[in-house]
């Protein structure tokens, strides 16, 4: 049996060691896109700000990990898919088949229609190769203009701004991380960024960029509230989403993302999909979603790796959560952070010290979550959401004092107190 | 025999000499506030408990690493941090449903217990025998494993769950 | 390392919060915490300040193994000019508030003028800043910690706080931390109180180091050993400081009804044991469990719950949960002293007296002289407000200490202490106290030591400054007869030094009653550089003691003030060991002055000044 993986991020790479455990005499090939062996996208703001070498980003450490598991591994542009032949076409002319097919093909930086921004030397922040480029570039004095304050945009600021240029954000949205914070979170975040220097624009976007050739800084940008900035540097994070023009004609259903069944599986036999590519199961509302985060990348591609080798494993959902650090704030959000209706909060904010916490209700049992510069047990607010506890009496303990929540969680997940 | 920490919270009298000498042991300090096992306090029942990592079987510490920097000790069972390797982008915080890695802000690293390589300090300076370190069949942590395995996420490898649904 | 070699200085008055390097060359002759405090406050303060004035300041104080994994380090200090004394006051407390105090970085937290309005102190780390506290002003220190720790968003802050007693001038008002621990004695939380400081709240991340780690983790482990092996720590562990109460009184020397019985028919029912009895009410005990203070593997910290059908409690179902139980002190003064044998209402004010700040000790013993002045009709119904102060009422205590919590009706005079209030009614005789403070359970007609001990202590009446009932009572070591007075001065002036030295360690005086001073003198060495033999420990106590004196004495203390009331000089106990005999300090003050090397009036001697380097 011939196991093919297209894209070798953590989805990808986390399939191909699942499917070798279980199929010891398997062929698995991984495809990844990109010249350097598997890495983490993660890992890129630490390499941009020092901490690691590229090495460091690496999803194994052991260079000869693949070989070892005897993971073929193979860097192409896969072109077209042919389910009917059990083939893959890559960019080079060669063709590749497989009995089962996993496609982990991630998510692509989008940027928003914008007369200007077509310039090659506007770069995004996705890639090694885009990290290198901004570490090049970032000079002390340098002025940057970021588009976008999203989860990407926020967890390279620090790295950036590190390089000691004057750095100014512009984000669409009300407020910073608007995906993943409400506005209380967000402002506070955006707060936090002005205090440590760095120019926030929120609620504008960027119309136009305007390169000059004769005076510097080269890019004069326009936004919608009538600004006009200046950059010499300009960083697009406008957001990600799945690429899927490979599909085209291959009958795998997409809409904004790939389609697949509590199994993994795409509409097509024997072709399954992970990762930020797929609309996965959602654990707190049961609907299927692109939620585009490490964790359930590695849940997809761990399930998924179990079903091709032929473990039926059902996908319960993902937990949506994400963890960022905005220099050097750290902010976590969980599950239905936003809400749900007819349910119940708690929640408690010092500005001053930028600490919020928000936890969400319904009935009895938590199923969303938002805290800022909370670091210890942390893991518990999804240990309590995905276990679904009935927290009893302690609902009530929470919503007076919500950083009550270790003691909930041990009382009540893991029943250490007296009844 | 694999052994595990067994946790009785009925003895602990809330001294923190554990988390003393976990911490001394991280590093060579007495710094609860690094310290990787915790003593939570229910005042109002007069109960003192400790908590810790249970090096689970699900590991998804382990798995959410992006960077293949948290690794199980074979001869243990500990799910161990490699310092060296972790960038510090703290989604095994998130990803462990228990709560027992943390994020240490003053290294830029997460920590998490590592079984002190099979000799665990914590277990040594517990002057009750709250913490004992005792064969893995016996330990109280049972339940602990129990809940989590409702967090399943189907995770679990078919090894231990063959063709079974995993899950809830 | 072992020092921070930090202090933090707060001015209140004009809201500054500074650090600087802590004082070396006084370090290496005071060491730290009891020693090196009082040190700073001789030198910084006029001794002949009004206690409770902008200009008297405050010292929270930890020791070099405050916050090391030796057994019982979670000790601090609280030393000031004591409100209820004018003397030097140094109350010592466990709990988690000083080893976090030293986390954060500090030896010492220095308290200065008065706020202009209420305050409390906010420490993370380097991060301090003063807060106002118009928020917490009125509120109970159970009230107070939890604001604090929701507030901030951790609930591992530490705090350190007064109730509404230390906020309404009680004269004994004390500091409260961690919900149940107390620097209690003197009025420590009075002058808190008057520089509008509500509390103190710490979090430390930094972390203590001690300069031979691997000598130090060897000797740990082994006094840690000698705790484990012994008889008397092993009886602190199963009942507390109440464990002695049986003894005490059986020996008859427990001070019943404001001294004027030596053995209390009741002592039984509010003891150790008792604790440990089957309720027939709610089928459960008082005891819940031992509980520890930082570092502590003695664990004598008792839990209790209160019967919720006890008339105390019965409509409060906010005391029906577990909290800080009685330790014996709080048991004999609220109890015996008052002549109570109602465990469940003893528990109940207790919990009031934590919560609302307020020395268990003075507060029982300021009753208990309420209830003789009450007796003997020297204070009527129209002075107290209608309570009926009988000895043995225990709804009497409950309602006094509801009252003295707040401050408000016959509560205030409850809280002037003992002597102020016998002094405001005419009949100062009826004040057991010495220097303004009152005793502790320990009548010296029996065990004559604790007479020079009680008379010659530097914050006036304690049993934590010279414990000679461990040799005359108990054979810790060694046994003397209790009744003569040889050989008293001696042991007296041994216990004073080597309390005053353990008191610098940062450690809790307990393990002494397995350990000798070596003990303590070993864990320093390994934890602290520079010369810390026996030979300059004992040098390092008798410094302490001599320092505090030397400021008693300048703050206008005497001779005279080394005395205690009439009624132990001139009524002979009715029963007990003691039976026939009263306190015969007369005969041992000038032996004790001398082996002081101290003038006939009390004064240390230019020569001892100069031998000690005071």
């Not at chain 3, 937290?109 to 506290?133: F, H, Q, S, T």
């Amino acid at each position: 049996m011939k196991h093919v993986i297209v894209g070798a991020g953590p989805a990808g790479v986390v399939a191909s060691g699942i499917l070798r455990k279980l199929r010891a005499e398997d062929e698995i090939l991984l495809i990844g896109g990109e010249p350097e062996p598997p890495y983490s996208r993660m890992a890129i703001p630490y390499y941009l700000i020092g901490n690691v070498k590229e090495e460091g980003t690496y999803l194994k450490t052991d260079a000869d990990h693949y070989k070892k598991h005897r993971i073929d591994y193979l860097q192409a542009q896969v072109t077209k898919i042919d389910p009917k032949k059990k083939e893959l076409h890559l960019e080079s002319g060669k063709t590749a088949g497989y009995d089962k097919l996993l496609l982990a093909t991630g998510a692509f930086p989008i940027r928003p229609p914008v007369p200007g921004i077509e310039d090659p030397d506007i770069t995004g922040c996705w890639t090694l190769a885009d990290a290198r480029l901004i570490a090049k570039r970032c000079k002390k004095g340098t002025k940057v203009l970021q588009m976008g304050a999203g989860f990407i945009g926020c967890i390279i600021m620090e790295a950036i701004a590190a390089t000691g240029v004057e750095l100014t954000i512009v984000e669409m949205g009300d407020r910073m991380v608007p995906r993943m914070m409400n506005e209380t979170c967000g402002n506070l975040i955006k707060r936090w960024c002005e205090k440590k220097g760095i120019t926030v624009h929120t609620s504008t976007q960027v119309t136009k960029i305007e390169k000059r050739k004769d005076k510097k800084p080269r890019y004069l940008i326009h936004t919608k509230d009538g600004q006009q900035l200046e950059a010499d540097l300009i960083i697009a994070s406008t957001g990600v989403a799945p690429a899927l023009d490979y599909l085209k004609g291959s009958g795998v259903e997409t809409d904004g993302g790939i389609l697949i069944n509590e199994h993994m599986e795409t509409s097509v036999a024997d072709i399954y999909a992970a990762g930020d590519c797929a609309k996965g199961r959602d654990f707190s509302t049961g609907g299927y979603e692109v939620q585009a985060i490490q964790p359930t990348a590695t849940e997809h591609g761990r399930i998924a790796a179990q079903n091709m080798a032929g473990v039926q494993t059902p996908h319960p959902g993902s937990l949506n959560m994400n963890v960022l650090d905005t220099v050097g704030l750290i902010s976590s959000s969980f599950g239905q952070w936003m809400g749900v209706e007819g349910g119940d909060h708690a929640e408690l904010l010092d500005e001053e010290n930028f600490r919020y916490l928000r936890l969400e209700f319904k009935d009895d049992v938590l199923v969303g979550a938002q805290a800022l510069g909370l670091t210890q047990h942390v893991g518990v607010l999804r240990g309590l959401i995905q276990t679904e506890t009935h927290l009893g009496p302690w609902k009530e303990k929470l919503k007076s004092d919500p950083t009550q929540l270790m003691s909930a969680y041990l009382a009540k997940a893991q029943a250490q107190t007296l009844p | 025999m694999q052994k595990s920490l067994n946790i009785d919270p009925n003895k602990c009298t809330g001294c923190l000499q554990c988390e003393m000498a976990c911490a001394y042991e991280l590093e060579g300090s007495f710094n609860p506030a690094h310290s990787r096992i915790k003593i939570f306090h229910f005042e109002e029942q007069g109960r003192f408990v400790p908590y810790t990592c249970t090096q689970c079987a699900e590991a998804w510490c382990l798995h959410a690493c992006p960077v293949d920097a948290i690794k199980m000790d074979a001869t243990t069972g500990a799910k161990v941090v490699d310092e060296a390797t972790c960038v510090g982008c703290k989604v095994c915080t998130i990803a462990c449903p228990f709560g027992t890695v943390n994020y240490n802000q003053s290294s830029g690293k997460v920590i998490k217990c590592d079984l002190c390589g099979g000799d665990p300090a914590c277990a040594k300076a517990c002057p009750t025998e709250a913490i004992t370190y005792v064969d893995a069949n016996w330990t109280g942590l049972d339940k602990m494993r129990e809940w989590a395995a409702k967090t399943d996420t189907g995770t679990t490898t078919a090894a231990a769950k063959p063709s079974a649904p995993a899950g809830h | 390392m072992t020092w921070h070699r930090k202090i933090l200085r707060v001015n209140l008055t004009k809201g500054t919060c500074e650090t600087e390097p802590l004082n070396m060359e006084w370090a290496k002759l005071y060491l730290g915490s009891r020693g090196l405090a009082s040190k700073y406050l001789y030198e910084e303060i006029d001794p002949k300040v009004d206690p409770i004035a902008p200009d008297n300041k405050l010292i929270l104080a930890t020791g070099p193994l405050t916050g090391t994994s030796a057994s019982t380090s979670g000790r601090y200090v609280a030393v000031t000019k004591g409100a209820l004394t004018g003397a030097i006051a140094c109350s010592n407390s466990g709990g988690f508030f000083g080893a976090e105090l030293k986390f954060a970085g500090y030896d010492m937290l220095i308290l200065e003028g008065r706020a202009k309005e209420p305050v409390y102190l906010m420490i993370n780390d380097d991060d301090v800043r003063i807060l106002p506290a118009d928020k917490l002003w009125g509120k109970s220190v159970w009230e107070t910690e939890e604001w604090i720790k929701k507030t901030h968003q951790d609930p591992l802050i530490r705090v350190a706080s007064i109730g509404v007693a230390g906020e309404t001038g009680s004269k004994y008002a004390c500091i409260v931390n961690d919900l149940h621990r107390a620097a209690g004695r003197s009025g420590v939380g009075t002058v808190m109180g008057s520089k509008n400081l509500k509390a103190v709240a710490v979090r430390g991340t930094t972390g203590v180091k001690v300069e031979n780690p691997r000598e130090f983790m060897q000797v740990a482990q082994a006094t840690k050993t000698d705790l484990k092996e012994s008889a008397f720590t092993n009886g602190l562990t199963q009942y507390g400081t109440q464990g002695v109460t049986s003894v005490i009184n059986a020996t008859g020397i427990y001070p019943t009804r404001n001294h004027q019985q030596v053995q209390f028919e009741g002592a039984d029912k509010i003891g150790g044991e008792a604790m440990f009895e089957v309720r027939e009410t709610d089928g459960r005990t008082n005891m819940v469990r031992n509980s520890a203070c930082f570092g502590c593997t003695i664990a004598c910290g008792r839990v209790s719950v209160i019967d919720p059908n006890h008339f105390s409690v019965k409509d409060k179902p906010q005391y029906h949960n577990a909290s800080g139980g009685l330790e014996y002190e709080s048991s004999w003064a609220m109890g015996g002293d008052c002549g109570i044998d109602d465990l469940e209402a003893l528990t109940y004010a207790n919990f009031i007296c934590n919560e609302q700040g307020m020395d268990t000790i003075s507060f029982g013993a300021s009753l208990a002289a309420a209830m003789e002045l009450y007796e003997r009709g020297y204070i009527t119904d129209k002075e107290t407000g209608g309570l009926k102060l009988k000895f043995g009422s225990a709804e009497a205590l409950v309602e006094a200490v509801e009252l003295a919590g707040k401050g408000e009706g016959f509560g205030k005079d409850l809280g002037l202490g003992s002597k102020l209030l016998c002094e405001k009614y005419g009949h100062p005789e009826v004040a057991m106290t010495v220097k303004g403070q009152e005793f502790a359970a320990y009548d010296p007609r029996g065990a004559q030591g604790m007479s020079l001990a009680y008379a010659t202590s530097n914050r006036g009446a304690c049993h934590l400054r010279g414990y000679t009932i461990a040799v005359e009572i108990f054979g810790v070591g060694t046994k003397l007869d209790p009744l003569t007075t040889e050989g008293k001065a001696e042991i007296t002036k041994l216990a004073q030094d080597t309390t005053s030295a353990v008191d610098s360690t940062g450690l809790c005086m307990f393990p002494n009653f397995a350990w000798t001073l070596d003990q303590y003198q070993q864990l320093v060495q390994a934890d602290s550089e520079g010369d810390w033999s026996m030979e300059k420990m004992m040098e390092l106590g008798e410094r302490v003691w001599n320092l505090e004196r030397l400021f008693n004495n300048k703050a206008g203390l005497t001779t005279a003030d080394d005395t205690l009331p009439k009624r132990l000089l001139e009524t002979p106990a009715e029963t007990g060991v003691g039976k026939g005999l009263v306190a015969l300090l007369d005969k041992m003050l000038p032996e004790y002055y001398e082996l002081r090397g101290w003038t006939p009036d009390g004064q240390p001697s230019n020569d001892t000044i100069k031998r000690l380097n005071v």
